[in-house]
């Protein structure tokens, strides 16, 4: 009896000692080897985390300077669960905060009993003077003030704007009704927008945690951020853009309703600056939304290239200066350099019938004139404009002088940037580097020989006697001490008003290159609705001042 009782006694405590150990073993587990895992599930049901930012990666210029614009909303954020446990010992702040709340809107009353019944979290919009008054208020429980960065999309030409953004309104017709209505779908999935998007989809947004305690009052307010080790590097130059937009305010182009800009590192193809006159338009430089230009006498540069590389014409041969195109001079027979130096149309509708159509289609496709440069969504693409049911040789004289063909301002920056680059054609790029959690990948640059040395070397000095040469078309384009040439043009389109009457316009280029600091640039202005001017009295003194600013020759 006292065996069997003592065996009793043994196992009882062998399995308390079992259980103990067991729990012991818990305690520690938990304790120690979990203690971190806990916190953090303790910590995150006392936790609110909002997202700062409706971006989860930051855009900065080629020396590291912010680009985006940002605009701030603020939003009183309120618990109701919370809100009803405050106690009497705060209730001061309470009626302060309903106070400033309401006097915002009538219909932010924290004591309204259908609010406070509500289950889910409220997200009241204030303004920034309210958010600044509630902010000084911190014992209310259930409550914080929240400030969130969007990027600024009010303005249509921004390119962080643009890039950034992977939707865009589009017309559609409503199934029921019939009638057209904008709908907003996502960019094309092979767009620079989709690609970058799909690069940072991953990535954790910039958000805001706020911390409290069991009893809901607020401990602590940390921010969280990856940004400043995942950005987008873009060429182009912040205090380049700004010295651009200092010419283009100007008195002396007031009268200019929209002007467009672009300035590219010749060796490199990089974009230093992109910049237009009214910001509020749609981009002209991309001729965003397929809306693409009339480049007129700046062509002929191509037209000459092509003729030099295929032989058909020669640096001696002359052409007749009449013709079909009424002009304000008659020089007789000239060279093609005499021909490109005073823009004569009826020498070069000449030079082009020589030279051919298929030449020409050839030398401005190598270029890059007939392809999307950025892969924007809606880029503007340059394309030819004769027409098939017609015979080439009735339109190659219109062909020749840049009126049957359409092309974009930065497209166009390849015209000056092959020639200055010594027969070299670079691609324009936009994007010159993507971090991602502190790795970076950087593009690679596109480059292919379309002409010879030799060619690229006649062209470049008939482009500086344009603005050097006395009856130069661009000599307003000039700035002493610097090395320019450029081309001239004054092309001449008709369209359709509102009421459905064909007006003409008449726009103004000037492209070319400079030397700054030992590095060339090419350069586009194109100023649109010139009146009864031309390129060389609108865009060039433009090009002229933008290279005197930038040189710090003012």
């Known amino acids: 009896m006292i065996k069997n009782t003592k065996k009793k006694c043994i196992c009882i405590l062998v399995i308390f000692a079992i259980c103990f150990s067991y729990l012991a073993w818990r305690v520690y587990y938990f304790s120690f080897l979990h203690r971190n895992e806990l916190m953090v599930n303790l910590n995150a049901q006392n936790s609110s985390i ?15 300077k912010q680009l985006i614009n940002f605009s701030d909303e603020y939003y009183a954020v309120i618990n109701p669960y919370l809100i009803v446990y405050n106690s009497d010992s705060n209730i001061n702040e309470l009626y302060s905060l309903t106070y400033s709340l309401r006097n915002f ?23 920034k003077d309210t958010y600044d008054k509630i902010s000084s208020i911190k014992n209310v429980k259930g409550f914080y003030p929240l400030k969130i960065s969007a990027v600024d999309r009010t303005i249509d030409s921004d390119i962080c704007s643009i ?3 992977i939707k ?15 709908v907003e779908i996502d960019k094309s999935q092979d767009s620079l927008e989709m690609t970058l998007y799909n690069k940072f989809k991953n990535m954790d947004y910039p958000k805001r945690v706020f911390q409290n305690d069991a009893s809901g009052n607020l401990l602590k307010i940390e921010d969280v951020s990856n940004m400043d080790s995942t950005y987008v590097t873009l060429t182009i130059d912040k205090d380049m853009v700004n010295k651009v937009k200092e010419v283009l305010g100007k008195k002396d182009y007031a009268n200019y309703k929209q002007i467009g800009v672009v300035i590219m590192e ?27 230009y009339l480049p007129g006498s700046i062509f002929k540069t191509i037209v000459e290239e092509a003729g030099l590389e295929s032989k058909t014409i020669s640096l001696y041969d002359r052409f007749d200066s009449k013709g079909v195109y009424s002009e304000h001079r008659n020089d007789g027979e000239i060279t093609p350099e005499r021909a490109y130096i005073i823009s004569s149309n009826n020498a070069f509708s000449h030079i082009g019938e020589k030279v051919g159509y298929n030449n020409i289609k050839k030398y401005a496709k190598a270029q890059g004139l007939t392809d999307s440069v950025l892969g924007i969504d809606r880029e503007g693409i340059g394309h030819f404009e004769v027409k098939a049911e017609e015979p080439i040789e009735s339109q190659i004289s219109n062909v020749s002088i840049g009126q049957l063909m359409k092309i974009t301002p930065l497209e166009a920056i390849s015209i000056p940037n092959t020639v200055i680059n010594n027969g070299v054609y670079v691609k324009p790029y936009l994007i010159d580097g993507i971090t991602i959690d502190g790795k970076t990948e950087k593009s690679n640059v596109e480059t292919k020989r379309v002409l010879s040395s030799n060619t690229a070397n006649i062209m470049a000095n008939q482009m500086r006697a344009v603005v050097t040469d ?23 389109r008709t369209e359709a008003d ?7 316009h008449d726009d103004g280029w000037f492209v070319g290159f400079y030397s700054n600091g030992g590095e060339y640039y090419s350069m586009v202005v194109f100023v649109e609705d010139i009146g009864n001017s031309d390129g060389g009295t609108t865009a060039a003194p433009l090009f002229r001042d933008i290279v005197a600013n930038l040189s710090n020759k003012y």
Do not use: H
């Open 50 to 64: 909002e997202k700062t930012c409706d971006i989860n990666y930051n855009v900065v210029d080629s020396k590291g």
């Open 168 to 182: 865009k309104t589009v017309q559609k017709k409503d199934a029921a009704t019939g009638e057209s209505k904008d």
């Open 266 to 292: 010749s060796s490199t193809g990089a974009i230093r600056a992109m910049v237009q006159k009214d910001d509020y338009q749609p981009n002209i430089n991309l001729g965003i939304g397929q809306y693409t």
């Open 163 to 165: 890039i950034t953004n």
């Open 105 to 127: 809107n009538k219909d932010y009353d924290l004591f309204n009993t259908q609010i406070i019944n509500t289950s889910q979290k409220l997200y009241w919009k204030i303004d």
């Open 498 to 504: 509102k009421a459905g009457n064909l007006v003409k």
């Open 470 to 492: 006395s009856e130069g078309t661009g000599e307003l384009a000039y700035v002493k001490g610097v090395d320019i040439g450029g081309k001239t043009g004054t092309p001449e």
